[in-house]
């Protein structure tokens, strides 16, 4: 069992290194069978989730 630390932090986009507090779902185009993540400021992968 692995223990799990509640962390009230911000996470950081590691492009553009600002504090995030939600991600963009793509959904459109290429990328309509897979849900990738984008950061809301400057808009890059963050990471891809499996097929929706
Ligand atoms: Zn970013």
Redesign the pocket.
Known sequence: MVAIDKEKISPI?P??E?K?DRVIMVNRGAFSIYQVFC?P??E?VLGVGGAA
């Open positions: 986009c492009h553009c600002q995030i950061c400021k400057c890059k």
